[in-house]
């Protein structure tokens, strides 16, 4: 199959460029002879260096010196010989262990590295299967090794959100309203569609608030790119993204999908150049903090896009030369603060447009340079909401 072969060679390209990263720090050691005399001539000056301080602090100038000792003070040499003896040997075997732990570590982390990327080889390797079996079971493998593998976890996402974009040989002209709805009902798409829904529930779930869980929270910074992909349905309800960034541009959405209570915050989420199909798009419960949204040359021919009970909150949407030629733009019950409505050089061909849910808000229209082509054939417009109407 000619998807699976694309894919495949995509797989290993990521593994090809993920296998020339140097897989852990290298270790970087002095010989052992001389990282003894190192250590030993540095245990020494401290010594020396401790007793000088010492007879300083005590003001004394020199010793008393005499031909005999006591048998008392023999004994005392000889401990201090046999601890210096001791310290000297402490200090050797200090040196080798701590070599010895550096060493092991840096092969249990190449050994780590080793394993992770033939995990990676064989859940790309599933992905690019013809059996949709198998390419179900990888969307799981894949998931699981990002879980583990934090320091290449990006580039697991990356793989699964590309085999999102990736065409599928079922789609014959994905152009053609009739002819896509047509390619979806074939045995071939039902199959591929599971195995795209499990990506999307995979990652959602992987996204939800799971309190104190640092293994998920720090997916939530990831880049999520969709660009061109077809959805056939999705839902990423309660998904929290945080300082993300998540493209569907020139996505095509045929299906309902939906971000019922999805959290945003400091992320962009781009839907420019998208195509909503018959489709339903609903943004229930969905919070916008610092966060804006780019449906910028979308199209709209049918189907509805919905935002209820939404919260906006310094953040703006933005509909710049978005087409309108079918269907419904409503917003119901929703919350903006210092946001902004952009629909600047938007063609309405006879889709409503209502608006009444975004009061408080400040809404740019200019729908006054095609005459009526231009104007929705519903216009429902705020009671508090800032119009600002111009020319185009």
């Given at each position: 199959?000619?998807?699976?072969?694309?894919?495949?060679?995509?797989?290993?390209?990521?593994?090809?460029?993920?296998?020339?990263?140097?897989?852990?720090?290298?270790?970087?050691?002095?010989?052992?002879?001389?990282?003894?005399?190192?250590?030993?001539?540095?245990?020494?000056?401290?010594?020396?260096?401790?007793?000088?301080?010492?007879?300083?602090?005590?003001?004394?100038?020199?010793?008393?010196?005499?031909?005999?000792?006591?048998?008392?003070?023999?004994?005392?040499?000889?401990?201090?010989?046999?601890?210096?003896?001791a310290?000297?040997?402490?200090?050797?075997?200090?040196?080798?262990?701590?070599?010895?732990?550096?060493?092991?570590?840096?092969?249990?982390?190449?050994?780590?590295?080793?394993?992770?990327?033939?995990?990676?080889?064989?859940?790309?390797?599933?992905?690019?299967?013809?059996?949709?079996?198998?390419?179900?079971?990888?969307?799981?493998?894949?998931?699981?090794?990002?879980?583990?593998?934090?320091?290449?976890?990006?580039t697991?996402?990356?793989?699964?959100?590309?085999y999102?974009?990736?065409?599928?040989?079922?789609?014959?002209?994905?152009?053609?309203?009739?002819?896509?709805?047509?390619s979806?009902?074939?045995?071939?798409?039902?199959?591929?569609?599971?195995?795209?829904?499990?990506?999307?529930?995979?990652?959602?779930?992987?996204?939800?608030?799971?309190?104190?869980?640092?293994?998920?929270?720090g997916?939530?910074?990831?880049?999520?790119?969709?660009?061109?992909?077809?959805?056939?349905?999705?839902?990423f309800?309660?998904?929290?993204?945080?300082?993300?960034?998540?493209?569907?541009?020139?996505?095509?959405?045929?299906?309902?999908?939906?971000?019922s209570?999805?959290?945003?915050?400091?992320?962009?989420?781009?839907?420019?150049d998208?195509?909503?199909?018959n489709?339903?798009?609903?943004?229930?419960?969905?919070?916008?903090?610092?966060?804006?949204?780019?449906?910028?040359?979308?199209?709209?021919?049918?189907?509805?896009?919905?935002?209820?009970?939404?919260?906006?909150?310094?953040?703006?949407?933005?509909?710049?030369?978005?087409?309108?030629?079918?269907g419904?733009?409503?917003?119901?019950?929703?919350?903006?603060?210092?946001?902004?409505?952009?629909?600047?050089?938007?063609?309405?061909?006879?889709?409503?447009?209502?608006?009444?849910?975004?009061?408080?808000?400040?809404?740019?229209?200019?729908?006054?340079?095609?005459?009526?082509a231009a104007?929705?054939?519903?216009?429902?417009?705020?009671?508090?909401?800032?119009?600002?109407?111009?020319?185009?």
């Amino acid at each position: 199959m000619a998807k699976g072969s694309r894919f495949r060679n995509n797989s290993w390209i990521a593994y090809f460029t993920m296998s020339k990263r140097k897989p852990v720090d290298e270790v970087r050691l002095l010989p052992l002879t001389i990282a003894l005399c190192v250590t030993l001539v540095s245990a020494c000056t401290i010594v020396v260096l401790s007793i000088y301080f010492s007879l300083t602090l005590f003001d004394v100038h020199q010793l008393k010196r005499q031909r005999e000792i006591s048998s008392s003070d023999l004994f005392n040499m000889l401990k201090v010989a046999f601890a210096v003896v001791a310290g000297i040997g402490g200090v050797i075997a200090l040196v080798v262990s701590y070599r010895k732990q550096r060493i092991a570590e840096t092969v249990e982390g190449r050994e780590r590295f080793r394993l992770f990327n033939e995990r990676f080889v064989s859940s790309s390797e599933q992905l690019g299967s013809e059996n949709p079996a198998v390419r179900l079971a990888g969307v799981y493998s894949m998931a699981s090794l990002a879980d583990d593998w934090t320091e290449h976890r990006q580039t697991c996402v990356d793989v699964l959100c590309a085999y999102m974009r990736i065409p599928h040989s079922a789609i014959v002209d994905s152009q053609n309203l009739d002819a896509l709805l047509e390619s979806l009902r074939t045995t071939e798409w039902r199959a591929e569609r599971e195995v795209r829904l499990s990506i999307i529930r995979t990652l959602t779930e992987r996204l939800k608030d799971s309190g104190d869980d640092d293994n998920k929270i720090g997916w939530r910074n990831l880049r999520f790119d969709f660009t061109g992909a077809l959805f056939d349905g999705g839902d990423f309800s309660s998904a929290q993204f945080v300082k993300s960034e998540i493209h569907f541009d020139h996505a095509i959405f045929v299906g309902p999908t939906t971000f019922s209570t999805t959290s945003f915050i400091d992320c962009e989420l781009h839907f420019s150049d998208a195509r909503f199909m018959n489709s339903q798009v609903i943004f229930g419960g969905a919070k916008f903090v610092r966060s804006p949204i780019w449906f910028a040359r979308a199209k709209l021919s049918g189907g509805i896009i919905t935002f209820v009970n939404t919260i906006f909150s310094m953040s703006g949407i933005s509909f710049f030369q978005a087409t309108f030629a079918s269907g419904n733009l409503e917003f119901y019950s929703s919350e903006a603060e210092s946001s902004l409505m952009i629909f600047d050089h938007a063609d309405f061909q006879g889709a409503t447009l209502d608006l009444r849910g975004l009061a408080g808000s400040t809404v740019a229209l200019s729908l006054n340079d095609k005459g009526e082509a231009a104007v929705p054939t519903e216009l429902r417009l705020p009671e508090e909401a800032t119009i600002e109407t111009s020319p185009r």
